[in-house]
């Protein structure tokens, strides 16, 4: 995925939260719109926008008290920034432009509503494509607090020590209080090879932390495979993204040949990705019937059915959750979980129940939108309270310390008492 496909397409997205290592800071500011100077500058869309703008000046009559507003106050802010700010020679006409559009989407206080700018539009989709260059973890906002929510396997955050839920608090002595995760992206994102220092609070402790990890070229591929000498096949599935579908495909097809006893999907720290491909993993379990729903605001619902395929509906399934499973990792949890094809072992998921449409923009840039809450076959929302699995196993330190893993210990256990 590149820039043009962003372009030429809308695509319905479900990341489990806004990601580290996926989306990155876009600047604030205003833009602003009158003199035959900036309009050269900033092209057709801001001479659309001031054809609006005298349109607006007029919206005073209209019935909704929200429509009455006055499109001169921009250019108000925008004079002043550049006649008044102490800087003002440093400001770039296109990032306070930029800047205005990240301002309309953080109005929504949707923090999944997120517009980016050209070239932070190309590198998220880099991200995407699974190559980029970062510690390999990815965030959230939980509680007013960035906090780590996936290190992914491997990857320098993992083998410095991060854990899911470790909140941050200051990177490079820097404090993230107050910041944004774009905010605090831009701080730990950098070049292969330098160093960054978070400060990591952890549980219950009352001492702050602090992990110096080295940034690395990430690459990742979104699916493993691995088949046991018990016969049990073990697919883990790290993200939704550009590649997953055809390596789960692959990985179906192995399953297939060699016949296991049960398969283990495990989705742990899986923060989400592409709706249209969770869709089409679930269905190889699901024959027919809906594998999610979506709820729009004015009470719509668009559910999305089984594929049909099923390759996988007679195989006995555990699925593997933990709290950084979220979104499309909880589409799928859910929706096996709903029709019986799988029993569910870890610990509570991280609950991001709603659906973004990512939609690239005409010179590059890229908007996604939240557009629905999605909710289980069987109905259920999950957006902030997470699914709850069948077996609750809590992965504790000293088990990671010890290089012991009780919840594929579970899920073997689960498998083997099941006759073949």
Request: charged share 25%; no cysteine.
């Amino acid at each position: 995925m590149n820039v043009k496909s962003l372009k030429e397409n809308i695509k319905k997205f479900i990341p489990g939260f806004i990601l580290v290592i996926f989306i990155l800071t876009i600047f604030l500011g205003g833009f602003y719109l009158g003199k035959k100077r900036t309009e050269k500058k900033l092209g057709k869309a801001l001479h659309t926008i001031l054809a609006y703008s005298e349109e607006a000046k007029d919206v005073s009559s209209g019935t909704n008290s929200d429509e009455v507003f006055d499109f001169n106050l921009y250019w108000e802010v925008w004079d002043s920034l550049k006649t008044d700010y102490v800087n003002k020679n440093q400001i770039k006409n296109k990032d306070l432009f930029y800047g205005s559009l990240k301002g309309m989407s953080a109005a929504t206080e949707d923090p999944y509503t997120v517009f980016m700018d050209p070239e932070n539009a190309k590198e998220f989709a880099d991200d995407l494509a699974g190559t980029f260059e970062g510690i390999g973890a990815e965030v959230g906002m939980r509680n007013d607090i960035v906090t780590i929510v996936a290190p992914l396997e491997g990857m320098p955050a993992q083998k410095a020590g991060l854990r899911s839920g470790d909140k941050i608090y200051a990177v490079d002595d820097k404090s993230t209080l107050g910041l944004t995760v774009d905010e605090t992206v831009k701080l730990i994102r950098g070049p292969k090879g330098t160093t960054v220092k978070l400060s990591i609070l952890r549980g219950n402790d009352s001492k702050i932390q602090d992990f110096v990890i080295t940034r690395d070229l990430i690459v990742v591929k979104s699916v493993k495979t691995e088949m046991r000498q018990d016969g049990i096949f073990v697919i883990n599935v790290t993200n939704f993204n550009d590649d997953t579908l055809s390596l789960f495909n692959a990985a179906v097809n192995d399953v297939l040949l060699k016949n296991p006893r049960g398969i283990i999907l495990d989705l742990r720290n899986n923060p989400g990705g592409y709706l249209d491909t969770a869709v089409a993993m679930a269905s190889e379990w699901i024959e027919a019937g809906p594998i999610m729903a979506e709820q729009f605001s004015d009470n719509r619902r668009n559910e999305y059915p089984s594929s049909g395929n099923a390759r996988l509906k007679d195989i006995p399934t555990v699925v593997l959750v933990n709290g950084g499973s979220a979104s499309a990792s909880e589409i799928v949890a859910g929706a096996l979980r709903d029709y019986k094809k799988a029993v569910l072992v870890g610990e509570q998921t991280y609950g991001k129940g709603s659906v973004q449409s990512l939609r690239g923009l005409s010179d590059g840039s890229a908007l996604k939108v939240t557009v629905a809450e999605w909710l289980t076959p069987a109905g259920d929302a999950i957006d902030e309270k997470g699914i709850t699995p069948d077996y609750l196993v809590v992965l504790e330190q000293k088990d990671v310390d010890q290089n012991i893993d009780p919840q594929m210990d579970k899920a073997v256990e689960l498998l083997k008492s099941k006759k073949k």
